[in-house]
T-cell receptor
């Protein structure tokens, strides 16, 4: 079956630091890949997505590139802000299905 | 963007009682509704999928008679936890999906925290 593995947190950073959250997946065919963000007290929100190999999703300064050869979709941001403190979930939808499979989530805490 | 509401946001109940959680899509029609459960510091676990007007399809290991799902309209779905017990304490999240051609994007409610004493 499909699975998503992402680095465990919490990740604690200072403001303006570089953030990377690793995500790797297992799936047959070419899944669609997503990053969701959950701010404190709120529901999950789609942050970015990529639907085919080598696509780069980007939003709010975050980027992730769909790497088929390494089955990865690492999330990066060059300069984080306190407002980026949240839990980040990597997820996929398999080529043949419509159900999201989530990674375990990574809590990020940005300190001023 | 799409607005999804859940009510209540948190509920505390006694063991043996039933709790109903409402999920509404406020500015779009949801032909498909997903219900998830999230344990502390864990990922989301899909419980069931329902299409408007149809019976829900439950994931393996999820008791359909305990977690009753109703998706009677395109803007409202409910999850009823029947005869709740402390092990049912969790964070429940609804996730409606539109049929707008973008089949891979889902929206999420803010969640309902259930505590069973």
């Amino acid at each position: 079956g499909n699975s998503v593995t992402q680095m465990e947190g919490p990740v604690t950073l200072s403001e303006e630091a570089f953030l990377t959250i690793n995500c790797t997946y297992t799936a047959t065919g070419y899944p669609s890949l997503f990053w969701y963000v959950q701010y404190p007290g709120e529901g999950l929100q789609l942050l970015l997505k990529a639907t085919k190999a080598d696509d780069k999703g980007s939003n709010k300064g975050f980027e992730a590139t769909y790497r088929k050869e390494t089955t990865s979709f690492h999330l990066e941001k060059g300069s984080v802000q306190v407002s980026d403190s949240a839990v980040y979930f990597c997820a996929l939808v398999g080529a043949a299905g419509n159900k999201l499979t989530f990674g375990g989530g990574t809590r990020v805490l940005v300190k001023p | 963007g799409a607005v999804v509401s859940q009510h209540p946001s948190r509920v505390i109940c006694k063991s043996g009682t039933s709790v109903k959680i409402e999920c509404r899509s406020l500015d779009f029609q949801a032909t498909t509704m997903f219900w998830y459960r999230q344990f502390p510091k864990k990922s989301l676990m899909l419980m069931a999928t329902s299409n408007e007007g149809s019976k829900a399809t439950y994931e393996q290991g999820v008791e359909k008679d305990k977690f009753l799902i109703n998706h009677a309209s395109l803007t409202l779905s409910t999850l009823t936890v029947t005869s709740a017990h402390p092990e049912d304490s969790s964070f429940y999240i609804c996730s409606p999906k539109t049929s707008d051609g973008d089949s891979d994007t889902q929206y999420f409610g803010p969640g309902t925290r259930l505590t069973v004493l």
